[in-house]
């Protein structure tokens, strides 16, 4: 079978047992073939094409299938893959001591989850049962996940499309009022404040410091619980272990995930303080999951931190070149690209026009660099390079985005 037929059999496959619209995305993204393997920052295609992986939605920040998490997984494999949920889990224990260690010890508890939204969820619930209160606090532009409260969270009102109301009371804050928190308490209860220091979905953008910390201070000043959601840009991906952490703000809990399992297992977590996580401290299966706490998935957690570790002096240099390489684009294309903002190697471009952003988005994958969409945003595309990025890979990516604008420009504007 030719890799060509091979390919039409997974869209065919994808057509009838998923969606219409998902094959027709990814055949579009990949000129008709799939994924078939992946190494570093490069994913190969089923017709030998090799492309750059700046996208995967964050997950890849020690790229594919480093092998000292590949190493660690497997050894874990070979041992006892799966937990009895009777017994103790030592793994668990393990990468539970090792992530609140990695964040300076001041959040000693941690509950493991498989998603993202596994830990938002696990926080908000927390929250509202260690303080007795319903009303929870988030950020315009902010996402938090889809499941029903998370997605209450979330802000965009195109996720919520179809869905006649959501689980959990949330009003959301303008990010640059710095009053914002002080007056929702003082007009009742208030159980926690959730916001990212750098809003993802919403195109890379760091929300100003001084009013996260304000509404931090604010919130605990009045028995409510400050939460980092860093999921997307935690674990070095913004350059610190914890931005809110590294920024000094005083949270009760840091939200990670994506990155967590090394790009290798899926993996997500809370680490807390005490007097958050005390409903679980006194009833541990008042929240639980399956899979939580997988073997697998929790092995992965120590070589992925190893490896993060190891790579961060060379993912600020990587910023820095990134940071460079994208204003030399913004005067070079200023017809399509309006701008470009984010921290560490977490970057949003800015397009004059959806048009102008998917033109280039479409160009860019023909031309061998993958990156994430915006979905609520559809102006910006993410840029989200690997810390194993090598300087001539970054180069080869510059290259490749100065076509693509290129190429925009002359759509848009014929």
Request: with cysteine.
């Amino acid at each position: 079978m030719t890799s060509a037929h091979a390919a039409s059999r997974v869209f065919d496959t994808l057509r009838r047992h998923q969606s219409p619209q998902l094959a027709l995305t990814g055949k579009l993204a990949g000129q008709g073939a799939v994924e078939s393997s992946a190494l570093g920052a490069r994913v190969t295609l089923s017709d030998g094409r090799s492309v750059l992986d700046f996208g995967s939605y964050a997950v890849t920040l020690l790229g594919h299938r480093h092998p000292r998490v590949v190493e660690a997984v497997g050894r874990q494999l070979g041992v006892m893959p799966t937990s009895t949920r009777s017994l103790a889990n030592p793994v668990a224990a393990e990468a539970a001591a090792r992530l609140a260690d990695y964040l300076g010890g001041g959040l000693p508890k941690v509950y493991f989850g498989l998603n993202g939204v596994d830990a938002v969820e696990v926080a908000v619930k927390l929250a509202r049962l260690a303080t007795g209160r319903e009303r929870v606090l988030a950020v315009t532009g902010g996402y938090h996940g889809k499941t029903l409260g998370a997605l209450s969270l979330t802000h965009s009102p195109m996720f919520r499309a179809g869905l006649r109301g959501c689980v959990v009371d949330v009003v959301h804050l303008d990010p640059h009022d710095p009053h914002a928190v002080r007056e929702q308490v003082s007009a009742g209860p208030v159980a926690a404040v959730v916001f990212e220091p750098v809003q993802g979905e919403n195109g890379a953008v760091p929300l100003p410091t001084d009013v996260l910390r304000q509404w931090c201070e604010d919130a605990r000043a009045h028995g409510a619980f400050a939460i980092a959601d860093e999921i997307q840009c935690g674990l070095r991906r913004c350059g610190e272990r914890s931005v809110a952490l590294a920024d000094g703000l005083p949270v009760d809990a840091v939200l990670v995930g994506k990155p967590l399992g090394g790009g290798v297992m899926p993996l997500s977590a809370v680490a807390c303080t005490q007097e958050l996580y005390r409903p679980l401290e006194m009833d541990p299966f008042l929240h639980s999951a399956t899979f939580g706490g997988h073997p697998l998935s929790c092995a992965a957690l120590p070589a992925a931190l190893d490896a993060v570790e190891e790579l961060a002096e060379h993912g600020r240099k990587l910023s820095d070149a990134l940071v460079d390489g994208l204003r030399d684009l913004r005067q070079r294309h200023p017809r399509v690209m309006s701008g470009y903002h984010g921290r560490g190697l977490l970057w949003g471009i800015d397009f004059t026009t959806p048009a102008a952003a998917g033109e280039t988005v479409v160009s860019l994958a023909n031309n061998g660099l993958l990156v994430s969409p915006c979905l609520g945003r559809p102006t910006t595309v993410r840029l989200l390079p690997p810390l194993v990025t090598t300087d001539a890979e970054l180069d080869e990516a510059m290259d490749i985005l100065d076509t693509a604008l290129t190429a925009a420009g002359t759509a848009v504007h014929d």
